[in-house]
């Protein structure tokens, strides 16, 4: 099973950023992908999740109302869209993968590679 993220990049407050996970290995049915994000110096967080059978959604509280997850069953794709990108959302992205079983906030089986994401004052 890979998981394979990209997309970020360096932005300014205020704009936005696409970010994509490449699911490949396995079909993730009864599975719930998520984003999370690490800080600098901080522990690792949990951002926003979906469930892959019925697109099903949870977010976090700082991120509400801004980001909004989302999945191409066909393309094997999830998908962060991130809006009014603030300097504190700073960090690197990770996706990650598990069983439909488990919490929103894990354990979580599968991780892809984290893509920087950086928000200029």
């Known amino acids: 099973v890979q998981l394979q993220a990209f997309g970020g990049g360096l932005v300014q407050a205020g704009g936005s950023l696409r970010l994509s996970c490449v699911v490949s290995g396995r079909t993730f049915n009864n599975w719930r992908l998520a984003w999370f994000r690490q800080a600098p110096g901080k522990e690792r967080e949990f951002v926003a999740g979906?469930?892959?059978?019925?697109?099903?959604?949870y977010y976090e509280d700082f991120v509400k109302g801004r980001f909004t997850i989302s999945r191409d069953n066909a393309k094997n794709a999830v998908y962060l869209q991130m809006d009014r990108l603030k300097p504190e959302d700073t960090g690197v992205y990770y996706c990650?993968?598990?069983?439909?079983?488990?919490?929103?906030?894990?354990?979580?089986?599968?991780w892809g590679q984290g893509t920087q994401v950086t928000v200029s004052s």
């Open positions: 979906i469930i892959w059978s019925d697109g099903a959604t």
């Open positions: 990650a993968a598990t069983w439909l079983g488990r919490s929103w906030l894990g354990p979580y089986d599968y």
